[in-house]
């Protein structure tokens, strides 16, 4: 059972999503705000994950429309994926102090108003500008969703299908992205793959209105942690920004080093001051002495280590070395996408009958297996063993693998607690996955240009992921055991104690 704070209500989280007239009407008044209010979470986050990857396909037509240049064109997707990550961690301590809400719609907002802009851009400077306010909006918006879900759903089954709901969304934007980006792009123009969010924002703020009421404000005499928020958001920002130069600047490049060495410092700067002299910590400490936290966030961090770079290098391996268009790499990646969601719906049942730790378990030594099988293909290996084979395998386990990861990381976390929480989440996943970028594009840099050369470069990178994976295996076993349960009790350790 979730454990709640000293101000709390007993009906508190479930006043904050559901309507007052709802109060007394019954179960099915409940019931039907409650789905209403996982598909509000689900649209919103859909539309944060599916802006990682929508402009890649999109970007030689921003180039000659807009006049870009080399250097400029990266910060199409920099600009967003910097300030997204810099910003989570505040973004997630937003909810809890101002109301889950407040926050959601700010985020909201923002991030249509945003996209509203750069869909009208008229010159590279507007558009770079567009996309960073882009990302500060779906930095608050990405750990506002989740919050949402956790406080409106009870530790248990009813939680774990609702996040294994918002899991299957969040994979399905993700790999959505290349595909809608590149239908977009050539039926209407690439305007669209940022104009498409303002209806779809439209209709997501209409039911953020009539769905979630005003939840209990927390931060009432409380001040935001304004240091720990600029040193965490200068730390992962110049640290996101220096593992992006890595590749063509080199680990000792000026820019690189004076990044990387700025990031660091601030982290270390902003554990200090959350440990001894922020107030209202934006990360508060006591959440890592919670062994679920710290040892899911580490297994999170792994696993996002190999499943954002995953898209990367596959969409390499399919125009690079098998010489698909856009459009049909986007439809290659429908394998991924349709077992990934139909994996992480099976996800409940799965932790219901085995538990969440044996299932991370599982999930993370079968996608190594896929992420092996994908190593060895080659420019002969042709459709059905080179990439829908290996698509199967790898995404049979990661559809079930984030679900019991994140209901991991949230149970048993108070509802105060709860934006900081799923923004650490958030953070940690996105981090790893620029992190293992990184790292593996320095892996699978080669010297050959030739679809050999080419394939035995990515094959590198994938075997690197698959030996990521391996060490998931090795970090969940010392998670706490769980088992789902549908009774009192629900999510608890087996053991009957609180894991730390």
């Given at each position: 059972m979730t454990q709640r704070g000293p101000d709390d209500s007993p009906d508190d989280s479930l006043r904050a999503a559901t309507p007052s007239n709802d109060e007394g009407?019954?179960?099915?008044?409940?019931?039907?705000?409650?789905?209403?209010?996982?598909?509000l979470a689900c649209a919103a986050q859909f539309m944060v994950v599916l802006d990682v990857s929508v402009v890649n396909v999109a970007l030689p037509s921003i180039e000659n429309a807009l006049g870009f240049d080399s250097a400029g064109l990266q910060w199409v997707v920099n600009a967003y994926a910097l300030v997204f990550a810099g910003f989570l961690l505040l973004g997630g301590r937003l909810a809890d102090l101002y109301g889950r809400k407040r926050v959601f719609v700010l985020g909201l907002l923002l991030f249509t108003a945003s996209s509203l802009v750069g869909g009208l851009a008229d010159s590279p400077g507007l558009l770079v500008a567009a996309r960073a306010v882009q990302g500060l909006g779906a930095a608050v918006l990405a750990p506002a969703t989740l919050t949402i879900l956790t406080t409106t759903f009870s530790e248990g089954a009813a939680r774990t299908r609702a996040v294994a709901t918002w899991t299957a969304v969040s994979s399905a934007g993700g790999a959505a992205g290349n595909l809608i980006g590149g239908v977009l792009t050539d039926?209407?123009?690439?305007?669209?793959?940022?104009?498409?969010?303002?209806?779809?924002?439209?209709?997501?703020?209409a039911a953020a209105l009539a769905f979630l009421t005003p939840d209990r404000e927390r931060g009432r005499g409380q001040r935001l942690d304004v240091p720990g928020a600029v040193l965490a958001t200068v730390g992962v920002g110049s640290l996101t920004y220096g593992i992006s130069q890595i590749e063509s600047r080199g680990w000792s490049g000026p820019t690189t080093a004076v990044a990387l060495a700025v990031g660091v410092l601030a982290l270390a700067a902003f554990a200090a001051v959350e440990a001894r002299f922020a107030r209202a910590p934006l990360m508060p400490p006591r959440l890592f002495r919670i062994r679920a936290i710290s040892v899911g966030n580490t297994v999170m961090l792994l696993a996002g280590a190999c499943f954002i770079p995953m898209w990367y290098f596959l969409s390499l391996y399919m125009q690079n070395v098998l010489h698909y268009g856009a459009l049909k790499a986007g439809l290659g990646f429908l394998p991924h996408t349709l077992v990934g969601i139909a994996g992480a719906r099976l996800a409940p049942r799965l932790m219901e009958s085995i538990g969440a730790r044996r299932l991370i378990v599982l999930s993370a030594a079968l996608s190594a297996a896929g992420f092996l099988w994908q190593s060895r293909a080659?420019?002969?290996?042709?459709?059905?063993?080179?990439?829908?084979?290996?698509?199967?395998?790898?995404?049979?386990?990661?559809?079930?693998?984030?679900?019991?990861?994140?209901?991991?990381?949230?149970?048993?976390?108070?509802?105060?607690?709860?934006?900081?929480?799923?923004?650490?989440?958030?953070?940690?996943?996105?981090?790893?996955?620029?992190?293992?970028?990184?790292?593996?594009?320095?892996?699978?840099?080669?010297?050959?240009?030739?679809?050999?050369?080419?394939?035995?470069?990515?094959?590198?990178?994938?075997?690197?992921?698959?030996?990521?994976?391996?060490?998931?295996?090795?970090?969940?076993?010392?998670?706490?055991?769980?088992?789902?349960?549908?009774?009192?009790?629900?999510?608890?350790?087996?053991?009957?104690?609180?894991?730390?």
């Open positions: 009407g019954g179960g099915g008044g409940r019931r039907g705000a409650a789905s209403a209010v996982l598909a039926s209407l123009s690439w305007r669209w793959i940022l104009l498409i969010n303002v209806p779809i924002g439209a209709l997501a703020l080659t420019p002969d290996s042709g459709y059905l063993v080179g990439l829908l084979g290996p698509a199967v395998v790898m995404s049979a386990g990661m559809g079930p693998l984030i679900t019991p990861i994140t209901t991991t990381v949230t149970s048993g976390i108070s509802d105060a607690d709860a934006g900081a929480a799923s923004g650490l989440m958030n953070a940690t996943r996105q981090i790893g996955g620029s992190v293992g970028l990184a790292v593996l594009v320095a892996i699978a840099a080669g010297s050959g240009h030739t679809p050999a050369a080419l394939s035995d470069d990515y094959g590198r990178a994938f075997l690197a992921m698959a030996a990521m994976l391996v060490a998931v295996v090795v970090g969940a076993l010392a998670l706490p055991v769980t088992r789902e349960r549908t009774g009192a009790g629900a999510g608890r350790p087996m053991a009957g104690k609180r894991a730390r």
